[in-house]
């Protein structure tokens, strides 16, 4: 690995948002050339994203810039997953073709990753903004006083956790290569779940040091999910988190937690409003998906109430 980062861009038919996005990430990396790599994998797009790649491909000339077009369309969290894979510098950041990201932040990024090569996780701080509405929902995702690099990784992702900040930003994370090609071996169908990302944050968070930073380096426009995906919401809200959170144990994070996170889902985040209209909209689904969502309930309430 003679690079320092990879900065890898996962795109499909947005081809607007990369080359807007190719346009900051050719003026921020001005003078760091040396130190990063650029790779760009298109899910088979079928737009003219393949022409915006190759004239960007040509402008950035002093710059290694690779690109992947996949045969097929294999979904969002592969491609990001595949991006994981490809990297071949020390650390990998994936970023999202439509994200607002601060000029700054690039080089901050490769300061704290030469200041701190211990470092398997930079979790960069994030502003929501809601697309239907242009609001700012959330002026800063991670309300954290003091920036520092924190050798307790673990401690910090169950406070994390426990505060319900987002750690599933694509942008918003910066993972020691080695570390997340690791966390992608422990748990391979990972990519298979939207809220995967949480796990791999939480993976590299055990295998070195951990930043989050103070300051928001990123504008993520969300485009709220439970009212424009539903039946996307609902699966990853009773389905695919509490399947990471149980992940979470048989990497070493604490059972009794993990337990309470999804008692403290039931308890705080199940709406049955939208449990009765999903089972009258998609009934197989969302039968199959809360009978194995209760099943798991009641084993954590037994485990954590009962058997101490």
Same mark, same amino acid.
């Given at each position: ?9 996962? %795109? ?41 790649? /190759? ?26 997953? +595949? ?15 439509? +994200? ?58 169950? +406070? ?52 989050? %930073? /103070? ?31 149980? /992940? ?16 403290? +889902? ?22 199959? %998906? ?19």
């Amino acid at each position: 690995m003679n690079k320092l980062l990879t900065i890898a861009i996962p %795109t499909f038919n947005r081809s607007e948002f990369l080359n807007k996005q190719l346009a900051w990430l050719a003026e921020v990396v001005k003078g760091f050339e040396s130190e990063c790599e650029i790779f760009i994998s298109d899910n088979c797009s079928t737009d003219n994203t393949q022409e915006v790649i /190759k004239n960007w491909q040509e402008t950035l000339s002093n710059i290694k810039v690779k690109y992947n077009r996949n045969s097929q369309n294999i979904g969002l969290m592969r491609n990001f997953s +595949h991006c994981l894979q490809a990297a071949t510098s020390k650390y990998v950041w994936v970023i999202a073709d439509d +994200h607002t990201i601060q000029q700054k932040t690039l080089a901050y990024v490769v300061q704290n990753l030469k200041d701190h090569p211990d470092l398997s996780l930079l979790a960069l701080n994030f502003s929501i903004r809601s697309i239907p509405t242009g609001e700012i929902v959330i002026e800063r995702v991670f309300e954290i006083e003091n920036e520092e690099v924190r050798a307790d990784g673990r401690a910090v992702i169950e +406070h994390s956790l426990a505060a319900d900040w987002i750690l599933g930003l694509m942008s918003g994370m910066i993972y020691k290569t080695e570390a997340i090609k690791l966390a992608l071996q422990n748990w391979p169908s990972s990519p298979e779940n939207a809220e995967g990302q949480i796990y791999w944050s939480a993976f590299c968070a055990t295998q070195g040091s951990i930043k989050i %930073t /103070k300051q928001t380096y990123i504008e993520y426009a969300s485009p709220m999910f439970f009212q424009t995906k539903p039946k996307e919401w609902f699966k990853r809200h009773y389905a695919e988190l509490p399947e990471v959170y149980m /992940k979470l144990i048989e990497i070493g994070y604490d059972k009794k937690f993990c337990r309470e996170l999804i008692l403290k +889902h039931f308890t705080q985040k199940n709406n049955w409003k939208v449990v009765l209209g999903a089972i009258r909209r998609w009934p197989l689904l969302a039968i199959t %998906t809360m009978v194995s969502y209760f099943r798991l309930v009641g084993v954590s309430a037994w485990e954590v109430t009962v058997l101490p």
